[in-house]
Structures are given as structure tokens and as C-alpha cells.
């Protein structure tokens, strides 16, 4: 399987920085693996619209995957 590339929005990354900082390493690794696998085991594809999400711990990642140009 292609390697994807990981975009972070913007609004993301402020998202992010709102977190504690104790459950950075686990969503930074989730977020980094969906390069990897975008559809890991346990991801949920969302009603009414083209985004996924998967868990990690209390936090949720929502994604969009673009299979022609390798983006998540």
C-alpha cells in the first residue's frame, strides 16, 4: 500500500495546542500512522459526508481521505 501524505488543517492545529499536553504522544502517533493505513482497524466512516474518524482515548480524529493524490 502507497504511503499517504498528513495534512494538518489549521483549525486543527489549534486544536491541538488546546490539549494536554500528557495525550499529545497518543493522538500525534494515531495522526501519524493514518500516513500508513488511512482506514486502521476501528475507523468509522461519517454520515453525510466524505470524512472518517477514529478514536484515540477521549479524543476523536476526523479526516478526510483523497486516494488519487495520497492525502489524508
Do not use: S
Not at 490539549?19 to 499529545?24: F, G, L, N, P, S
Not at 470524512?51 to 476526523?62: K, L, N, P, S
Amino acid at each position: 500500500m502507497p504511503k499517504y501524505e498528513v495534512e494538518i488543517t489549521q483549525y486543527a492545529e489549534r486544536q491541538f495546542k488546546k490539549i494536554d499536553r500528557k495525550h499529545w504522544n497518543n493522538l500525534r502517533e494515531a495522526i501519524v500512522a493514518l500516513g500508513e493505513d488511512p482506514r486502521p482497524f476501528g475507523y468509522k466512516k461519517l454520515k453525510g459526508r466524505e470524512a472518517y474518524r477514529i478514536r484515540t482515548g477521549d479524543y476523536q480524529v476526523i479526516y478526510e481521505i483523497f486516494d488519487k493524490k495520497l492525502i489524508v
